[in-house]
C-alpha cells in the first residue's frame, strides 16, 4: 500500500505521531510505505504539543512542492489519510482548493475515488464546517472525527490517543492492537443475596 499522511495545523499533533510511529514500526511488515506532507501550521503545531521536528524514514514533502507524485492521480496511490485535520484544511478539502501539497493530494484521491481519511479536529462546529464536511463525505471523503472513547477503559494519554489511531488503521485495513476491542457488556455479578 501507497500511503499519503497529511498533517495539518489542528490540535492533535500526537495523533499524528502515533500513526506515523506505529507505520514506521509495522507498515513494512504490511507493505505500507509512506509519503509525508505538514502543512506550514501542521509544523508549527507539532513543535507546539510535541516539541521539535518530526523525524521518520519517509520523504517529507514541502507543502508547496507539487512535484510529489502523489499530486498526480497517473501515480497511483492507494490512501490517504489527513491526521489531524484542521477545519482550513477540509474546507479547501471540500471545495477543490488545491493550493497546497496537502490539498493537492486529497483533491486526486477525491478524483481518483480512492480512501481518504480526513480526521478532523475542531470545535465546537459552525455550519460552515458542517457544510463542508456534508460537501467532503458526498464527495468520498471518511471523516473520522478525532472523538476519542472510553469503553476500552483507557488510562493513559497514549491509550487515549490510541482509541483514535486505532480505528484509523482499521479503514486503512492495517491490522492493529492498538485499542481493546469491545466485545460485548461484561456479565453482571449476581446481587448479593440479603440473609433473612
Ligand atoms: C496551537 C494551535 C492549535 C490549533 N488548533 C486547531 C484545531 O484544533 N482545529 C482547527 O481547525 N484549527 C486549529 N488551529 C488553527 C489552524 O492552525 C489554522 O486555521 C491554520 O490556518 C490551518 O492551516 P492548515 O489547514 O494549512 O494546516 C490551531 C492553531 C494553533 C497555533
Known sequence: MRLVVGVSGASGAPYARRLLDFLAEHGEAHGVTCDLVFTETG????????????????????PRDFTAPFASG??????????????????RIAHGISVDLLGRAADVMLK?????????????????????????????????????????????????????????????????????????????APEPVEDP
Open 74 to 91: 497517473s501515480s497511483r496511490y492507494d490512501a490517504m489519510v489527513v491526521i489531524p485535520c484542521s477545519a482550513g484544511a477540509l474546507a
Open 112 to 188: 481518483e475515488r480512492r480512501p481518504l481519511l480526513l480526521v478532523l479536529r475542531e470545535t465546537p462546529l459552525s455550519l460552515v464546517h458542517a457544510r463542508a464536511l456534508t460537501q467532503a463525505i458526498e464527495a468520498g471523503a471518511i471523516v473520522m472525527p478525532a472523538s476519542p472513547s472510553f469503553y476500552s477503559g483507557p488510562r493513559t494519554l497514549e491509550q487515549l490517543v490510541d482509541t483514535v489511531v486505532a480505528r484509523a488503521l482499521d479503514r486503512l485495513g492495517l491490522p492493529n492492537e492498538l485499542m481493546q476491542r469491545w466485545t460485548g457488556l461484561a456479565p453482571r
Open 43 to 62: 509544523r508549527q503545531v507539532w513543535a507546539q504539543e510535541i516539541g521539535g521536528a518530526p523525524r521518520y524514514p519517509w520523504k517529507i514533502w514541502h
